[in-house]
Nanobody
Framework: QVQLAESGGGLVQAGDSLRLSCAAS????????MAWFRQAPGKEREFVTT????????YYTDSVKGRFTISRDNAKNTVYLQMNSLKPEATAVYYC????????????????WGQGTQVTVSS
């Protein structure tokens, strides 16, 4: 069992940066691919980025490439999402996910989810 807790969300202006953190419990953190998803009001939850268990490979949805960076520190059981040059369309609840054997964009492939952290970007 893995428990995830996101933090770092907030209200920022367009062009600003935020760093989200996701702290995981359990000794199996380093064996899982991790991911960030987001859900905007009235929309379905969507994939943002994922990282392999060893942190060597990352994948991003096209809309955030070059501006968002996912990373992880397996010694701290934490995954991060650095978000730069934020746009109003990034406004959403951001969720951390774990449990996939390999990096995947598919929501159903992840077994564990955090409670989410709100990111609001004003124009």
């Amino acid at each position: 069992q893995v428990q995830l807790a996101e933090s770092g969300g907030g209200l920022v202006q367009a062009g600003d940066s935020l760093r989200l953190s996701c702290a995981a419990s359990g000794q199996t953190f380093s064996t899982y691919a991790m991911a960030w998803f987001r859900q905007a009001p009235g929309k379905e939850r969507e994939f943002v980025t994922t990282i392999t268990d060893n942190g060597r490979s990352t994948y991003y949805t096209d809309s955030v490439k070059g501006r968002f960076t996912i990373s992880r520190d397996n010694a701290k059981n934490t995954v991060y999402l650095q978000m730069n040059s934020l746009k109003p369309e990034a406004t959403a609840v951001y969720y951390c996910a774990a449990g996939a054997v390999a990096p995947t964009r598919e929501l159903d492939d992840y077994d564990y989810w955090g409670q989410g952290t709100q990111v609001t970007v004003s124009s």
